[in-house]
């Protein structure tokens, strides 16, 4: 682990570990938002990790954001870390003043034609003070923030009970925006991609924990099921596919800002995608019924695997982009086109 | 549970200089003959392993004073890939030089170095490996064939087999028993450098089913073996082979070994009227392939800094060999070709050459049971 990941690791633990059971995540799914602990995450100035220090951040970038993400993704927080940090990233770069409230992100892909803006699977936009919306105008990134009371919400929720919330707001309101530099519509749906991604590491840590964990206690037939042959291949896959995620994820953030990052952004989130299911599959065939339950952790965070897997780009939309860049090669050879991506 | 570490690793410039030219090498040696393609670290062609030994690539990481290029292993790592992608025929050499050298330098007395690793290195020695035997696969330590104590050195009785080019080669290093079995499974077990041509050694070679003869069965015979032939301590073989598996686990052999098809695949697809679905699947094993590298150059570099990362090593074999035996799977779904055996090249034939390979690549090396066995005891279970 490097010594960055260590240091967010030590320090936002502290808030994490508070959601180690379900109460917290159910209350979420029933509408309510762990106020408190929002506040201290804040107060702890984790929301602006990703700004430049001139502005009033901590200069981690997108990099740093990606190990929190990935440590709120390994504690399944029922907060908008990944949402919040990225929404607060954007507004700031496109010149909006930084602020301490919570916003949340949102691309807007087609062009408006009517009066009145819609967009769905908008995290989190229920409990925010704001929607960051993304768009394109003139060959040009936009960003209009769109207050809470402009907007209808409707709720809506992912498999895991965390809002995806469908939006309304009057067209009219998109003529007030900032330009972002840097930053494509293209790279943004990307950068998102990554957040998943990086969620789904630390998430498949901690199912691989569990699973190892409860397969070393349970008893069965005289001895713990852990001791079974067949069980241990299963786990053995599990993990292999959990350290390729994690490598994945890594070699991506390593190579943010290169020409590359695109295509090794699609690696990541197609290899997260497919130990996802994998994952998730083992970990409750070893814990059987009771894995089943409401009341037991692992479904915290299984059901936010099958979640992510699917957000901003499932494994074969993002397969078919890489297969399109490494089919179009002028070269004509895929062992260049993968040499020159990383190192 | 001990996380396990693939940490990025970032090559320089020096790695793509050599890159540079070992590609400029292979333009002068290749292409290679379509039948060769696949599993071409299977494929023995001592010339062309001199070839490699005149420009320095072999025992590149090895000190000077034994002939070595004194390289990282990143600059190991960077010719052997280049070379297996390629499908250069290295079969030759490629024990010797990933397996048998770093033993000896390890192990071996200061004489046996300088006996042995000069001449690998200039590609005049070829080792092969004898493990297994006819009752003894994944049950290593089970291996009857014995030494027993006589003037000057050991007399062998027994058998090895699916030893590869020991038809070629010059010296097996030989696991060997030393003291009966006790209870301690792994004890009374010896390695010992046996040259392939002494009396009282009989090959009989055996034919895959891919048609082609690289296996043998191997018998000894009150084969004698002198004392200064034993590689390290005597007793002392079972940790010997334990400590070569980080490296013969995690390199880019075990999971290039059906590359070429997936070279041939694309330009196939390209020139036709690909599906969505087919883009998708090359997208997937093109992920796959990019990050099971990214692992195997992590191990390469965590080698380099003197660590034995075992269970990282598994985990790239298990995944490189599932990723290269799927591939010829998949791609006889997408390509709309049928495998031809007869086919002297084309893509038909390296589907055809992919899948009757296939099988092997999941034994060799410690099968795929054995790996997760290994990789669950690293997480604690069993």
């Given at each position: 682990m490097s010594e960055l990941a260590q240091l967010i690791e030590e320090s936002a633990s502290r808030?994490?570990?508070?959601?180690?059971?379900?109460?917290?995540a159910l209350e979420m799914e029933a509408g309510g938002f762990p106020e408190q602990t929002w506040q201290e995450f804040v107060a702890d100035g984790w929301l602006t990790t990703m700004l430049d220090e001139e502005k009033g951040g901590s200069g981690l970038g997108f990099s740093g954001g990606c190990l929190l993400m990935r440590l709120a993704g390994y504690h399944a927080?029922?907060?908008?870390v990944a949402e919040s940090l990225l929404a607060n990233y954007l507004a700031t770069e496109a010149g909006f003043k930084p602020n301490d409230e919570l916003l949340v992100p949102a691309v807007l892909l087609q062009t408006v034609q009517t009066k009145q803006v819609t967009l769905q699977h908008v995290p989190w936009a229920r409990h925010a003070s704001a929607v960051v919306v993304v768009f394109s105008k003139n060959k040009q990134t936009h960003v209009s923030v769109i207050a809470r009371e402009n907007l209808s919400v409707e709720y809506g929720q992912n498999m895991a009970g965390e809002p995806r919330d469908e939006v309304t707001f009057d067209a009219d309101l998109l003529r007030y925006s900032e330009i972002?530099?840097?930053?494509?519509?293209?790279?943004?749906?990307?950068?998102?991609?990554l957040a998943r991604a990086s969620q789904i590491s630390g998430a498949l840590q901690r199912v691989l924990e569990r699973t190892v964990e409860f397969a070393n206690e349970r008893t069965q037939f005289g001895r713990q099921i852990g001791k079974f042959q067949a069980v241990q291949q299963q786990i053995a896959v599990q993990a292999e596919m959990t350290y390729a995620t994690v490598c994945a994820v890594d070699v991506a953030i390593e190579y943010l800002a290169s020409p590359h990052e695109k295509d090794l952004i699609a690696c990541a989130k197609i290899t997260a995608g497919e130990a996802a299911g994998y994952a998730a599959k083992t970990a409750h065939a070893v814990h059987a019924a009771i894995g089943f339950t409401q009341e037991y952790p692992l479904q915290l965070s299984t059901r936010r695997l099958w979640s992510w897997r699917d957000e901003y780009g499932n494994e074969a939309q993002w397969a078919a982009k890489l297969g399109?860049?490494?089919?179009?090669?002028?070269?004509?050879?895929?062992?260049?086109?993968?040499?020159?991506?990383?190192g | 549970m001990q996380a396990l570490n693939y940490k990025p690793v970032h090559t320089s410039e020096k790695e793509a200089a050599l890159r540079k030219q070992v590609r400029l090498f292979l333009a002068e040696y290749g292409p290679f003959d379509t039948p060769n393609l696949i599993d071409s670290w299977s494929v023995c062609d001592p010339k062309f392993s001199r070839a490699l030994a005149g420009k320095g690539w072999l025992g590149m990481t090895w000190p000077t004073e034994y002939g070595g290029g004194n390289k990282s292993y990143l600059e190991r790592y960077v010719v052997i890939e280049e070379l297996l992608a390629a499908g250069a025929p290295v079969g030759a050499h490629w024990v010797a030089d990933r397996q048998s050298g770093p033993l000896l330098l390890r192990f071996g007395t200061e004489e046996q170095r300088l006996e042995f690793l000069p001449k690998i290195v200039h590609g005049e020695c070829f080792f092969a490996i004898g493990m297994s035997e006819p009752n003894s696969g994944s049950d290593l330590s089970s291996i009857k064939t014995r030494a027993e104590r006589v003037e000057g050195g050991w007399l062998v009785n027994g058998s090895k087999i699916w030893t590869s080019w020991a038809h070629v080669c010059q010296q097996m290093i030989t696991l060997v028993r030393t003291s009966p079995p006790s209870d301690n499974r792994h004890a009374g077990l010896s390695?010992?450098?046996v040259d392939l041509n002494a009396k009282g050694i009989t090959l009989r070679p055996i034919v895959n089913l891919a048609g082609e003869q690289h296996f043998n069965e191997i018998f000894f015979d009150d084969a004698f073996v002198p004392d200064d032939r034993v590689v390290g301590e005597l007793g002392e073989g079972w940790s010997q082979v334990m400590a070569e598996l980080a490296f013969e686990r995690s390199g880019p052999e075990r999971f290039l070994s059906s590359y070429q098809l997936l070279e041939a695949?694309?330009?196939?697809?390209?020139?036709?009227?690909?599906?969505q679905q087919a883009t998708i699947v090359i997208g997937q094993f093109v992920a796959r392939l990019m990050v099971l590298r990214q692992m195997s150059l992590s191990v390469a570099n965590q080698l380099q800094a003197g660590k034995l990362p075992v269970n990282e090593a598994s985990v790239v074999k298990d995944l490189g060999t599932s990723f290269e035996q799927e591939l010829a799977e998949a791609l006889r779904l997408i390509l709309d070709r049928e495998p031809r055996s007869t086919a002297k090249t084309g893509v038909e034939r390296l589907l055809s050459d992919a899948i009757l390979k296939a099988p092997s690549f999941s034994l060799r090396g410690g099968t795929r049971e054995i790996l997760r066995g290994v990789i669950a005891r690293g997480l604690g279970l069993r």
């Amino acid at each position: 682990m490097s010594e960055l990941a260590q240091l967010i690791e030590e320090s936002a633990s502290r808030l994490f570990e508070r959601f180690s059971d379900s109460d917290a995540a159910l209350e979420m799914e029933a509408g309510g938002f762990p106020e408190q602990t929002w506040q201290e995450f804040v107060a702890d100035g984790w929301l602006t990790t990703m700004l430049d220090e001139e502005k009033g951040g901590s200069g981690l970038g997108f990099s740093g954001g990606c190990l929190l993400m990935r440590l709120a993704g390994y504690h399944a927080v029922p907060l908008p870390v990944a949402e919040s940090l990225l929404a607060n990233y954007l507004a700031t770069e496109a010149g909006f003043k930084p602020n301490d409230e919570l916003l949340v992100p949102a691309v807007l892909l087609q062009t408006v034609q009517t009066k009145q803006v819609t967009l769905q699977h908008v995290p989190w936009a229920r409990h925010a003070s704001a929607v960051v919306v993304v768009f394109s105008k003139n060959k040009q990134t936009h960003v209009s923030v769109i207050a809470r009371e402009n907007l209808s919400v409707e709720y809506g929720q992912n498999m895991a009970g965390e809002p995806r919330d469908e939006v309304t707001f009057d067209a009219d309101l998109l003529r007030y925006s900032e330009i972002l530099e840097y930053i494509s519509i293209e790279k943004l749906l990307s950068w998102l991609s990554l957040a998943r991604a990086s969620q789904i590491s630390g998430a498949l840590q901690r199912v691989l924990e569990r699973t190892v964990e409860f397969a070393n206690e349970r008893t069965q037939f005289g001895r713990q099921i852990g001791k079974f042959q067949a069980v241990q291949q299963q786990i053995a896959v599990q993990a292999e596919m959990t350290y390729a995620t994690v490598c994945a994820v890594d070699v991506a953030i390593e190579y943010l800002a290169s020409p590359h990052e695109k295509d090794l952004i699609a690696c990541a989130k197609i290899t997260a995608g497919e130990a996802a299911g994998y994952a998730a599959k083992t970990a409750h065939a070893v814990h059987a019924a009771i894995g089943f339950t409401q009341e037991y952790p692992l479904q915290l965070s299984t059901r936010r695997l099958w979640s992510w897997r699917d957000e901003y780009g499932n494994e074969a939309q993002w397969a078919a982009k890489l297969g399109e860049n490494c089919m179009d090669l002028e070269t004509d050879n895929l062992w260049q086109w993968l040499t020159t991506h990383t190192g | 549970m001990q996380a396990l570490n693939y940490k990025p690793v970032h090559t320089s410039e020096k790695e793509a200089a050599l890159r540079k030219q070992v590609r400029l090498f292979l333009a002068e040696y290749g292409p290679f003959d379509t039948p060769n393609l696949i599993d071409s670290w299977s494929v023995c062609d001592p010339k062309f392993s001199r070839a490699l030994a005149g420009k320095g690539w072999l025992g590149m990481t090895w000190p000077t004073e034994y002939g070595g290029g004194n390289k990282s292993y990143l600059e190991r790592y960077v010719v052997i890939e280049e070379l297996l992608a390629a499908g250069a025929p290295v079969g030759a050499h490629w024990v010797a030089d990933r397996q048998s050298g770093p033993l000896l330098l390890r192990f071996g007395t200061e004489e046996q170095r300088l006996e042995f690793l000069p001449k690998i290195v200039h590609g005049e020695c070829f080792f092969a490996i004898g493990m297994s035997e006819p009752n003894s696969g994944s049950d290593l330590s089970s291996i009857k064939t014995r030494a027993e104590r006589v003037e000057g050195g050991w007399l062998v009785n027994g058998s090895k087999i699916w030893t590869s080019w020991a038809h070629v080669c010059q010296q097996m290093i030989t696991l060997v028993r030393t003291s009966p079995p006790s209870d301690n499974r792994h004890a009374g077990l010896s390695q010992f450098i046996v040259d392939l041509n002494a009396k009282g050694i009989t090959l009989r070679p055996i034919v895959n089913l891919a048609g082609e003869q690289h296996f043998n069965e191997i018998f000894f015979d009150d084969a004698f073996v002198p004392d200064d032939r034993v590689v390290g301590e005597l007793g002392e073989g079972w940790s010997q082979v334990m400590a070569e598996l980080a490296f013969e686990r995690s390199g880019p052999e075990r999971f290039l070994s059906s590359y070429q098809l997936l070279e041939a695949g694309i330009k196939t697809l390209r020139e036709a009227n690909k599906t969505q679905q087919a883009t998708i699947v090359i997208g997937q094993f093109v992920a796959r392939l990019m990050v099971l590298r990214q692992m195997s150059l992590s191990v390469a570099n965590q080698l380099q800094a003197g660590k034995l990362p075992v269970n990282e090593a598994s985990v790239v074999k298990d995944l490189g060999t599932s990723f290269e035996q799927e591939l010829a799977e998949a791609l006889r779904l997408i390509l709309d070709r049928e495998p031809r055996s007869t086919a002297k090249t084309g893509v038909e034939r390296l589907l055809s050459d992919a899948i009757l390979k296939a099988p092997s690549f999941s034994l060799r090396g410690g099968t795929r049971e054995i790996l997760r066995g290994v990789i669950a005891r690293g997480l604690g279970l069993r």
